[in-house]
């Protein structure tokens, strides 16, 4: 066990936020597991965000901001208002280590957008792609039903063309029954593109079943059969820099009680996959910047830290169901 790894989950001298500025999405993904329902986060929430980072940082070493959606670039506004109080806080706080991060599906991540980010201290970018441009386009589609991989592509051309310190993690998503055709093509061309940047980076991912209304259009697939399809890949991929799961020392955020999703409306959660479980609703930010939280069902996130159980560490909502 990496206890000193354990030891940074655990540092109440360490926050990490998932932040929601908007769960609205503009695409429509077949294998999407959230509804979308909740709109834009309020003023309200925001200026809470901010009471909240403003107290906690005096007493923080570290501070981990990770942006989630829906596309949270529907809500840039939210994004690089957060983000200003946080280089404020900086300011204030030189030896605070801060790292920001934006998943997000890449298609408004114009040059304009990411250099403003990047100047806002947002360098961590993930952005994913689902194979060549036919079968992207038939799984990450816009809501109006357009394609939205020359889009992308060309936000990701724009980038490589600048001169901005970013990473940019290429989420490539497979699904087991097509990955020869799918994938093969689109990292021939991410390679011959990108290749010799190392700002852009590689992740290989299988897309499961996560609860969505399309789960069963999803094939099943193991977790042996996805690391023996990820290890093929690998065979093809000649300079790009690939980004390694190791599962024996991961740690799920979820499981960290120094971290914590606060959603647009507010709800504070644990796990981004599970938002509609009530398990996962483990409190509420207020207005005041506090926090009320329901602390049984807070701890039970972090029971494999309790027991030493590694394999609830890695995915306590597993164990939570």
């Known amino acids: 066990m990496d206890f000193k790894k354990y030891a940074y989950s655990l540092s109440a001298e360490r926050l990490r936020l998932t932040i929601f500025p908007t769960e609205r999405c503009n695409f429509r993904c077949t294998y999407c597991w959230e509804n979308h329902e909740q709109g834009t986060m309020s003023q309200t929430t925001v200026e809470a965000i901010k009471k909240l980072l403003s107290y906690r940082a005096p007493t923080l070493k570290a501070l981990d901001i990770e942006w989630f959606g829906g596309e949270p670039l529907l809500a840039a506004h939210i994004i690089a208002d957060l983000s200003a109080h946080i280089q404020r806080l900086l300011t204030a706080y030189p030896a605070l280590r801060y790292s920001a991060g934006i998943t997000t599906n890449g298609y408004l991540l114009n040059d304009a957008a990411l250099s403003k980010f990047c100047g806002l201290g947002i360098t961590n970018y993930r952005i994913g792609l689902d194979g060549a441009p036919e079968f992207h386009n038939a799984t990450r589609k816009l809501a109006t039903n357009e394609a939205t991989f020359e889009s992308i592509w060309s936000n990701l051309l724009r980038a490589k063309a600048s001169c901005l310190d970013f990473s940019i993690t290429l989420s490539i998503n497979f699904f087991p029954d097509n990955y020869s055709q799918a994938i093969l093509p689109l990292l021939k061309r991410i390679e011959e593109t990108f290749g010799e940047d190392k700002r852009f980076f590689l992740y290989f991912k299988?897309?499961?079943?996560?609860?969505?209304?399309?789960?069963?259009?999803?094939?099943?697939?193991?977790?042996?059969?996805?690391?023996?399809?990820?290890?093929?890949?690998?065979?093809?991929?000649?300079?790009?820099?690939?980004?390694?799961?190791?599962?024996?020392?991961?740690?799920?955020?979820?499981?960290?009680?120094?971290?914590?999703?606060?959603?647009?409306?507010?709800?504070?959660?644990?796990?981004?996959?599970?938002?509609?479980?009530?398990?996962?609703?483990?409190?509420?930010?207020?207005?005041?910047?506090?926090?009320?939280?329901?602390?049984?069902?807070?701890?039970?996130?972090?029971?494999?830290?309790?027991?030493?159980?590694?394999l609830c560490i890695r995915c306590p909502n597993k164990f939570m169901k």
């Open 206 to 310: 299988a897309i499961q079943r996560l609860g969505g209304k399309n789960d069963k259009q999803i094939s099943c697939i193991t977790s042996r059969e996805e690391n023996d399809i990820i290890h093929q890949l690998k065979q093809f991929v000649k300079t790009q820099q690939i980004i390694e799961f190791n599962p024996v020392d991961y740690v799920c955020f979820a499981a960290e009680p120094n971290a914590m999703i606060i959603r647009a409306n507010g709800d504070i959660n644990k796990c981004i996959v599970a938002l509609n479980a009530p398990y996962n609703n483990v409190g509420n930010l207020n207005a005041d910047g506090t926090v009320s939280i329901d602390s049984e069902k807070f701890l039970a996130w972090s029971k494999g830290f309790q027991q030493l159980d590694t």
